[in-house]
């Protein structure tokens, strides 16, 4: 009926790709602070998607098509989402501008990188990853917006665009870094869970 090799372990791709849309949406209309929830749940749910579509079976036809929508889904959380919230805080300055597609660039660069075969990749070692890896970001940009209490707002916004060029910077600059722990996902979540709830009682900053 509709488009799409669509198959049950792409749901919570969807759901994902839903988050992430959403999160967009709010940075439009200035509600920074579900923009940001938005974000580190659509996180929260990329970061359990593999392990739930390893227990579906499916198509290769279907499983081509969940790849293509997860890049999609991961190009709109790492990439656009938080690009977007930054431009919602400058206030669409020139210099923000810059920042913006500085950083949509980077993160475009990085999945385009990790995407592609195998064989055009560097070797990597199982212990270490290569660059920053997009999760940080969803972390990062959370806990670094709570200076927008604290902080003039002019100053908060310049502080805000450099964060997001070293963020950038560091998605593709060629250098080793330690791979955390399976195990440590759960503390990640929880980190992620316990920021949601705190954005939601804060509010907006600058309100």
Not at 20 to 30: K, V
Not at 117 to 136: D, H, R
Request: glycine share 8%; proline share 3%; charged share 10%.
């Amino acid at each position: 009926m509709f488009i799409g090799k669509l198959h049950r372990s792409n749901l919570v791709l969807l759901a994902g790709l839903f988050f992430a849309a959403t999160g967009i949406g709010f940075a439009f209309h200035g509600e920074l602070q579900y923009a940001l929830v938005s974000l580190m749940i659509a996180a929260i749910i990329d970061f359990f998607v593999g392990s739930v579509m390893r227990q579906f079976q499916s198509s290769v036809a279907e499983a081509a098509f969940g790849k293509e929508l997860k890049t999609l889904s991961n190009f709109l959380l790492y990439g656009v989402l938080p690009a977007v919230y930054m431009m919602a805080v400058a206030q669409a300055g020139g210099f923000s501008l810059i920042v913006f597609a500085f950083y949509i660039l980077a993160v475009g660069t990085r999945l385009a990188y990790f995407n592609q075969s195998a064989q055009f990749q560097e070797p990597q070692e199982k212990a270490f990853t290569t660059g920053l890896p997009l999760e940080v970001g969803t972390i990062a940009i959370p806990v670094v917006s709570l200076l927008g209490f604290l902080l003039p707002l002019n100053i908060f916004q310049i502080f805000l665009m450099l964060i997001y060029l070293v963020l950038g910077f560091a998605y593709v600059y060629k250098v080793k870094i330690p791979r955390l722990p399976k195990q440590w996902l759960i503390y990640l979540v929880v980190l992620e869970v316990l920021l949601c709830v705190a954005w939601l009682f804060l509010g907006k900053f600058g309100a």
